[in-house]
C-alpha cells in the first residue's frame, strides 16, 4: 500500500527520508546541510510530497518516493520531478511498477505533462522504461576536488 505522508507527519519519517537521500545521491554526492534543509522545508510545506510503500501491517516502510511539482514561470509546463526512490528492501518488480504507475497517476491528477527522474540503479531504469518511460538526456559529471 502506498500512503502519502502529510507534511506534519515529515518528522516521523525524516531520518529515513535522509537515510534514503543518502543512499540514492551516495558518497561522492554534493549532498549538504542546505540540501537537506532545502527538501525538508519543502516537505513541510507541502511543496515536496513523500510517499511511502509499507507492508500489509502498515508497520514497516518497504518503499519511499520523493516528488516535487514544477511549474516553468514562463511556459506554465508542469512537471514531476522525482527526487528519490528509494527500496529498504529489495523489492519485486511488480511492486516498483505500481510505484511507477501511481507517480504517473499523481502527475496525471496534478496536471502535469511529464515526470523526469535520474538514477543510477539500472533495475530501476529498466523497470521504469516496462511502464513507459524513455530516456531524454544523459547527465555527465565531473567532480573538482580541493
Given at each position: 500500500m502506498i500512503v502519502k505522508v502529510?507534511?506534519?507527519?515529515i518528522p516521523r519519517v525524516w531520518d529515513s527520508i535522509k537515510y534514503?537521500?543518502?543512499?540514492?545521491?551516495?558518497?561522492?554526492s554534493n549532498i549538504t546541510p542546505d540540501r537537506y534543509?532545502?527538501?525538508?522545508?519543502?516537505?513541510?510545506?507541502?511543496?515536496?510530497?513523500?510517499?511511502?510503500?509499507?507492508d500489509?501491517?502498515?508497520e514497516k516502510i518497504k518503499a519511499l518516493m520523493l516528488t516535487e511539482i514544477y511549474e516553468n514561470a514562463i511556459t506554465k509546463f508542469k512537471?514531476?520531478?522525482?527526487?528519490?526512490?528509494?527500496?529498504f528492501e529489495v523489492n519485486s518488480t511488480d511492486e516498483w511498477e505500481n510505484d511507477f504507475k501511481f507517480l504517473v497517476d499523481?502527475?496525471?491528477?496534478?496536471?502535469?505533462?511529464?515526470?523526469f527522474f535520474e538514477s543510477r540503479n539500472s533495475?530501476?531504469?529498466?523497470?521504469?522504461r516496462r511502464v513507459g518511460f524513455v530516456e531524454k538526456s544523459k547527465i555527465l559529471s565531473f567532480s573538482i576536488r580541493r
Amino acid at each position: 500500500m502506498i500512503v502519502k505522508v502529510i507534511s506534519f507527519q515529515i518528522p516521523r519519517v525524516w531520518d529515513s527520508i535522509k537515510y534514503a537521500l543518502d543512499k540514492v545521491e551516495g558518497l561522492d554526492s554534493n549532498i549538504t546541510p542546505d540540501r537537506y534543509n532545502y527538501i525538508l522545508a519543502a516537505l513541510l510545506n507541502d511543496t515536496c510530497q513523500c510517499f511511502i510503500r509499507v507492508d500489509d501491517e502498515k508497520e514497516k516502510i518497504k518503499a519511499l518516493m520523493l516528488t516535487e511539482i514544477y511549474e516553468n514561470a514562463i511556459t506554465k509546463f508542469k512537471g514531476l520531478k522525482v527526487i528519490c526512490l528509494y527500496a529498504f528492501e529489495v523489492n519485486s518488480t511488480d511492486e516498483w511498477e505500481n510505484d511507477f504507475k501511481f507517480l504517473v497517476d499523481f502527475a496525471t491528477s496534478a496536471n502535469c505533462k511529464e515526470i523526469f527522474f535520474e538514477s543510477r540503479n539500472s533495475r530501476v531504469i529498466d523497470i521504469a522504461r516496462r511502464v513507459g518511460f524513455v530516456e531524454k538526456s544523459k547527465i555527465l559529471s565531473f567532480s573538482i576536488r580541493r
